[in-house]
């Protein structure tokens, strides 16, 4: 008796489980089937302009980034390129200081 319930259950599991038994109680309503496939549609149309969104604004970001490094590295030449004059200044202008100052002997001579 145990042996035919069980096999009894188990027949059943299997018809409930099997795809014909599932695909004829989705086929009985066409209008709910054309229904969640709009609603699907909808879904997919949404998370593929969410993603789009979102590869815009990181693009926007490095775009940004990059904007901002070539302008730190352009401040930094104009800065290196600044240090570098004043220094050829300052050279020139010493070493002009000290040629004139070897160049007269003021009454001295060695």
Not at 39 to 65: F, P, S
Not at 81 to 87: D, K, L, P, W
């Amino acid at each position: 008796m145990k042996a035919s319930i069980f096999s009894l259950v188990a027949a059943l599991g299997l018809l409930a489980s099997s795809s014909s038994f599932a695909a004829s109680a989705a086929a009985a309503d066409p209008y709910k089937a054309r229904k969640e496939a709009i609603k699907y549609d909808r879904k997919a149309e949404v998370e593929r302009a969410r993603r789009e969104a979102a590869y815009r604004k990181a693009e926007l970001e490095r775009q940004r980034r990059l904007a901002a490094e070539r302008q730190r590295l352009e401040q930094q030449r104009r800065l290196e390129q600044q240090r570098a004059q004043e220094r050829a200044r300052w050279e020139a202008q010493h070493r002009r200081h000290d040629d004139h100052s070897h160049s007269r002997d003021y009454g001295y001579r060695r």
